[in-house]
């Protein structure tokens, strides 16, 4: 399987924002973007007037890279997202929220999306009672997200239950840190989206 081995703090400087990739890290002095808030490289501080098809690629490339999809994978669930009733671009963006390894970042469980994936990939994580050890699983409204039973003692997870990796729960979640599990109340839907994103940008990068 491919995978991304750079450096992650050079993504949020080339999209020019925080991707928030190293968790707790982004918030601390040592964030490299607020260090260094220019495009990595010998050019990264000269100003470039961007073309229509820069502004879309870049607005793609910042909404792939914060979920932690590669190119193909991304494709793919734009694809998905086309053959959906509704506006493609929200579709999107609901697709992208609802993969299991957003969700047990958006519920506080992983310090990150990177995390969070292991922390699937590894099969800590159950889905409605079973492990499910695939990050880009589509959660339903009423599934549960859970944390196996070996894995509760986890040093991770007893920072999450004592609060040490509280989050700011979007309203088509709920969290109990006692018993560390997340229930997906509802499907999400745009105005739940709480990062910069111009998804009609997306849209019009693919329909070229």
């Not at 400087?13 to 490289?41: I, M, N, Q, S």
């Not at 910042?62 to 509704?86: P, V």
């Given at each position: 399987?491919?995978?991304?081995?750079?450096?992650?703090?050079?993504?949020?400087?080339?999209?020019?924002?925080?991707?928030?990739?190293?968790?707790?890290?982004?918030?601390?002095?040592?964030?490299?973007?607020d260090?260094?808030?220019y495009a990595?490289?010998q050019?990264?501080?000269?100003r470039?007037?961007l073309?229509?098809?820069?502004?879309?690629?870049?607005?793609?490339?910042?909404?792939?890279?914060?979920?932690?999809?590669?190119?193909?994978?991304?494709?793919?669930?734009?694809?998905?997202?086309?053959?959906m009733?509704?506006?493609t671009?929200?579709?999107?963006?609901?697709?992208?929220?609802?993969?299991?390894?957003?969700?047990?970042?958006?519920?506080?469980?992983?310090?990150?999306?990177?995390?969070?994936?292991?922390l699937v990939?590894?099969?800590?994580?159950?889905?409605?009672?079973?492990?499910?050890?695939?990050?880009?699983?589509?959660?339903?409204?009423?599934?549960?997200?859970?944390?196996?039973?070996?894995?509760?003692?986890m040093?991770?997870?007893?920072?999450?239950r004592?609060?040490?990796?509280?989050?700011?729960?979007?309203?088509?979640?709920?969290?109990?840190?006692?018993?560390?599990?997340?229930?997906?109340?509802?499907?999400p839907?745009?105005?739940?989206?709480?990062?910069?994103?111009?998804?009609?940008?997306?849209?019009?990068?693919?329909?070229?």
């Amino acid at each position: 399987m491919a995978k991304y081995y750079d450096a992650k703090c050079r993504l949020c400087r080339r999209e020019g924002t925080k991707l928030l990739l190293k968790g707790d890290r982004c918030f601390t002095d040592k964030c490299a973007f607020d260090r260094r808030p220019y495009a990595p490289g010998q050019h990264g501080r000269a100003r470039k007037k961007l073309s229509d098809y820069a502004v879309q690629l870049r607005e793609k490339q910042k909404c792939r890279r914060a979920y932690g999809l590669l190119e193909t994978q991304f494709y793919k669930t734009y694809e998905r997202a086309t053959n959906m009733k509704g506006i493609t671009g929200d579709n999107l963006l609901s697709l992208l929220e609802r993969r299991l390894d957003n969700v047990v970042y958006r519920s506080g469980l992983g310090a990150s999306r990177p995390q969070a994936r292991q922390l699937v990939l590894h099969g800590h994580i159950l889905v409605n009672g079973k492990k499910v050890d695939v990050p880009s699983y589509t959660v339903e409204e009423n599934d549960v997200i859970t944390v196996r039973a070996k894995s509760k003692e986890m040093l991770h997870f007893k920072a999450v239950r004592e609060g040490n990796a509280s989050r700011i729960l979007p309203k088509w979640l709920t969290f109990n840190a006692d018993e560390l599990t997340a229930t997906v109340v509802a499907l999400p839907v745009r105005e739940d989206i709480d990062f910069a994103l111009q998804e009609n940008m997306i849209v019009e990068f693919y329909s070229r």
